[in-house]
């Protein structure tokens, strides 16, 4: 297979995994302040390759139809989305020592602070509040899930060829 053509195809299988999950599991886990996004746990894969950051992008712009605050979050939760995965990208390719310990916690910031003000701006929800919520439930997602996902890729030589 030609690697754009494979490149093409993991990132829709990425936007595809992301998407179902997140919409499978709608509410109240995945739409509210504090929401728990378990597809977000794959924000940790442009850590071993950059095809996974338009994949995410795309899923995420897919799940957000389905969000109650509508084209704001379409637009604005899709991009905290694709910031965060730029920056998980940026930190595998980094010579930081600790950087797999790092890399989830780009999604936990970036979502924490447009999340957090998307809601506040379209629901009147408390600021601090909901940032923090939203903040707490990435964490949970980010680091109880993904962080697991990438130490799992990190030992798994056939996983690594995927990506």
Same mark, same amino acid.
């Given at each position: 297979?030609?690697? &754009?053509?494979?490149?093409?195809? %993991?990132?829709?299988i ?6 179902? %999950? ?5 509410? =109240?886990? !995945?739409y509210?302040? !504090?929401?728990?996004?378990? @597809?977000?746990a /794959? ?6 390759? =950059?095809? @996974? *950051? ?11 139809? $389905? !969000? ?9 939760? !899709?991009?905290?989305? /694709? ?6 990208? +940026?930190?595998?390719? +980094? &010579? ?9 916690? =780009?999604?936990?910031? *970036?979502?924490?602070?447009? %999340?957090? $003000? $998307?809601?506040h701006?379209?629901?009147?929800? =408390? ?11 990435? $964490? ?24």
């Open positions: 297979m030609k690697k &754009n053509t494979r490149n093409l195809t %993991v990132a829709a990425i936007a595809a995994i992301y998407a179902v %999950v997140t919409m499978f599991l709608t509410y =109240p886990m !995945s509210q302040a !504090s929401q728990f996004r378990v @597809a977000e /794959l924000t940790i894969l442009p850590f071993f390759t =950059p095809t @996974a *950051i338009p994949g995410l992008f795309l899923g995420c712009v897919i799940a957000n139809i $389905l !969000s109650p605050v509508g084209p704001l979050d379409i637009v604005f939760g !899709s991009l905290a989305t /694709l910031i965060a995965t730029m920056l998980t990208y +940026s930190i595998g390719k +980094s &010579n930081l020592k600790y950087k797999k310990f790092i890399a989830p916690f =780009p999604p936990v910031i *970036i979502n924490a602070i447009i %999340v957090g $003000l $998307l809601l701006y379209t629901l009147q929800w =408390p600021l601090l509040i909901t940032m923090l919520q939203v903040g707490f439930g990435e $964490l949970i997602c980010c680091y109880g899930l993904g962080l697991p996902l990438l130490l799992m890729i990190e030992k798994n030589k056939e996983l690594q060829k995927f990506f």
